[in-house]
Nanobody, 124 residues
Framework: QVQLVASGGGLVQAGGSLRLSCAASGRILSLNRMAWHRQAPGKQRELVAT???????NYADSVKGRFTISRDNAKNTVYLQMNSLKPEDTAVYHC??????????????????WGRGTLVTVSS
């Protein structure tokens, strides 16, 4: 019904930058809160950043000042600009969205949708 497809991961040296994208498709009436999470090997999943439909943002302390979350509502896409990357940022990054799904208000329902992750590796 609704899919999230993340892209943009890769290998980068410490101090470098990457931009992740996550595009939503399917039976979407509206996209509400969107977020990026990450999970490093052997660690629990961590919430990295969130953005509301109105554009309000929040960040984990570990990425404040280095990462920027943004969204393009016309494209149903959320982005994560990651600057000054550190080896400890190495993880699989997942996007997540709250979606009002359906063909009209008559059959609308709220879904929490997760995309497949994209791997970010930061070398020292």
């Amino acid at each position: 019904q609704v899919q999230l497809v993340a892209s943009g991961g890769g290998l980068v040296q410490a101090g470098g930058s990457l931009r992740l994208s996550c595009a939503a498709s399917g039976r979407i009436l509206s996209l509400n809160r969107m977020a990026w999470h990450r999970q490093a090997p052997g660690k629990q999943r961590e919430l990295v950043a969130t953005i509301t439909s109105g554009g309000s943002t929040n960040y984990a302390d570990s990425v404040k000042g280095r990462f920027t979350i943004s969204r393009d509502n016309a494209k149903n896409t959320v982005y994560l600009q990651m600057n000054s990357l550190k080896p400890e940022d190495t993880a699989v990054y997942h996007c997540n969205a709250g979606v009002l799904s359906g063909s009209s208000s008559l059959d609308a329902r709220y879904l929490e949708v997760w995309g497949r992750g994209t791997l970010v590796t930061v070398s020292s």
